[in-house]
């Protein structure tokens, strides 16, 4: 009854490492509920000689990925690289040998998706990608498999541990972004470059994969909306608990009807003010958390560890425990929402409309909030609540504003109007309110 | 490219009217994300000629079950007529037809899911149950494919909406069970007969498939220690949240070692106090939720709608498609976790242990809290804080009590012994208090 499935490992960085002691340490647990006995027989490493603390045998280790891509004595071949370029070409070799391929690579999905999912397809290899968004969470399987009847009406979450934890720490100590930041680098949340992070890119990858899978329709990295954490200010997050909002960076996909009944989908990264009793709003720390909305299943929530060793590599092993039970027959190519509706697109930012938290410094005198209302007026946005620090003549105070739901085109001409004020100190900052779900 | 898979639904009830209705409503949609069309060609209903709120052509609709179950233009059977006995043998006929069975219906799994498994796995057919536990959250994939490299540590969580509603309710209104039942019965959130749900048997059919996914464990309902809810006191709700805590009906499963070594595995179903910062006490209304910790993936929440027509359905349609996509391949016989474990077993309740709520009505005189701690104390059972309420001299008070972790068999010997005090006026009440995860 037992398969003896052989595994090609590109990469033995943290992930490569977890799923090699994960094979070694659960292998009988694997064969007795699994019926598949998993072998590394090949990895391809920078350096063979340098120490992983994992003892792999000689023979198997090689500097050579094109080895591993090619071997005959590997039937999955499992890219834990990352980049896009090198990793894009060893895939599609992998695909083109009739292999089938894992990966956790968000960069390479959300660059060349489409690519390596038709080449995947036309070669009739199957094609996992779970740990490449939110790590051990199984957001990928949930979107291609369980809510395969699904018509998807929106997917957001968290999905970057990193800017969950710095954000989770500036609340509860009231620190700003950069005294975070080192703290996070000092206790490995965080990479000693962590632009890649905390500018929302990596959050911007992972919401591109979940948009194809989820709504079928092309995107590029480009057409998602992204802003980053790094301009966050305390304050924002103290006058957002004020209001009852906890931030978050959120990756945000929803689904609407274009103007000419085509299928539009609103995809972007940015800090976001949510409702502190809302799930996604209590998800602290490293924590990842994906809520989706379906047609028929409502909405549900997935939450947990999304980086990591352990967390990441159990995604990939999912993955090769799939392709393995379908590897010799003819299911094994994948089928994913790509494709589903191909002339949908990318609802432009200035298209999207939302609830807004806006925060100006202003001068302390009276008519300040009646000549910025008055613009906000004329672009058709309506106040909900205003907050108005302080009293002190003659010098600069916040004053906060959260409107009922508006256009951003019409929200960033009026800020344009309402900054040039000669009462208006400071540029407005502009923070989106997330209300739905 | 495309397969078309014809289904036999056994059941036009809630879930089957769902399943039909997406079916009807999203056939493009699937078709073109999966490759799969869905016809529902059988459908057996015990009156046919009911208005059901969906046309049904004619032709489809049968009184007879196993002319479904036989049908040549049938390759999945979709059962969800409930019940357990008529069930098992449609099902067991199914499977001998080399047709694949989707079945939402918890009692059979957990009555006769050995033998259904063992059959279908003989048969080389697939079963899909994922609908069984937590409707349309996807707890069954996740267990059964996502964690299948992680050795499972723990699963618990909140898997009968009506509990849940009931006792999300009594802590907001500070009602009554009765009367919260009522309304609850009034607003469809409960059965007129509603002791399935509200005595645990229901959590315990779940718990029991979970376990037996989970842990490769064989376990018979009467394994699983089961306590229901109609017997919560508001009181002890609201002194659980002067402790910080929030009460609710978990169904929990942990792995252990048994004094052998061998695979022990705690099942049991019973009102518990969790921390109130838990992501599992934060679950409200009907919502259902899992927690499952892997020793790969650490911890994961999956939190959902756990009943209704539409999302039950979807969990139904997500493992019909999984079954369409290997329907025709050597992968299509299922493995789950049974027989993972073959010589595990569950702990008896007397051998668990944990931490304690225990409330007692004693006389207000002083020397009761010295009574009752020395038997505690006799017992090895330690005190981790104490309130005692009022000052009303001659008059029975409350007293209550929360320990660090104890053995349950102490805790029970100590109840009756303190039960037996003169100045105990009414039995304790206990109440096991969560603190993993």
Redesign the interface.
């Known amino acids: 009854m037992t398969k003896t499935v052989r595994l090609g490992l590109l990469g033995l960085g943290t992930v490569g490492r977890?799923v090699y002691r994960?094979?070694d340490e659960?292998r009988e647990?694997?064969e007795?509920?699994?019926?598949v006995r998993l072998e590394v027989t090949r990895a391809a490493v920078r350096d063979p000689d340098k120490d992983r603390g994992v003892a792999v045998p000689a023979g198997v280790l090689t500097d050579d990925p094109r080895q591993v891509v090619a071997a005959p004595d590997v039937d999955i071949v499992v890219e834990l690289v990352g980049g896009s370029d090198a990793a894009r070409s060893w895939v599609l070799e992998a695909v083109d040998a009739g292999k089938h391929v894992v990966t956790a690579n968000k960069a390479l999905l959300a660059e060349h998706g489409d690519e390596i999912r038709r080449r995947a397809a036309e070669a009739g290899v199957a094609l996992g990608y779970?740990a490449s968004v939110a790590g051990?969470?199984?957001v990928i399987?949930?979107l291609r498999?369980?809510?395969?009847?699904?018509?998807v009406l929106s997917v957001y979450g968290i999905v970057n541990g990193t800017c969950n934890y710095i954000l989770t720490r500036m609340r509860e100590d009231g620190s700003a972004f950069d005294a975070v930041l080192a703290d996070a680098q000092a206790a490995g949340y965080a990479e000693a470059d962590p632009s890649f992070d905390v500018d929302g890119v990596d959050s911007a990858h992972k919401l591109a994969i979940l948009v194809n899978l989820a709504f079928?329709v092309p995107v590029a990295i480009d057409d998602v909306h992204t802003e980053g954490i790094a301009g966050v200010n305390p304050s924002d997050i103290e006058f957002g608990r004020e209001f009852g909002y906890t931030l978050k960076l959120l990756a945000i996909a929803k689904a609407a009807a274009g103007p000419d009944g085509r299928l539009e989908v609103e995809a972007r990264v940015h800090p976001t003010l949510v409702a502190d009793d809302r799930?996604i709003a209590?998800v602290g720390g490293v924590y990842n958390a994906v809520q989706i909305v379906?047609?028929?299943?409502?909405?549900?929530?997935?939450?947990?560890?999304g980086a990591?060793e352990?967390?990441t590599?159990?995604?990939v092993?999912?993955d090769?425990?799939?392709v393995a039970?379908?590897a010799?027959?003819?299911?094994a190519a994948a089928?994913?929402?790509g494709?589903?509706?191909p002339d949908g697109r990318i609802r432009p930012i200035a298209e999207v409309s939302s609830l807004y938290y806006i925060r100006f410094t202003v001068e302390d005198k009276p008519g300040v909030l009646s000549q910025i209302s008055g613009i906000l007026g004329r672009y058709d946005i309506s106040i909900e609540s205003v907050i108005q620090k302080g009293r002190d003549a003659g010098k600069t105070v916040p004053l906060v504003i959260t409107t009922h739901r508006a256009r951003e085109r019409d929200m960033q001409d009026a800020l344009v109007e309402i900054d040039r004020l000669p009462s208006v100190a400071e540029p407005g900052v502009l923070i989106r309110v997330e209300d739905d779900g």
Chains 1, 2 share one sequence.
């Open positions: 977890g994960i094979v659960n647990l694997i007795r509920r699994t019926g779970e051990g969470v199984p399987k949930t498999e369980s809510l395969a009847a699904n018509r079928g799930p209590q379906g047609d028929s299943v409502g909405d549900l929530m997935l939450y947990g560890r990591g352990r967390p590599a159990s995604a092993l999912g090769i425990l799939d039970r379908i010799d027959s003819d299911a089928y994913d929402g494709g589903a509706a």
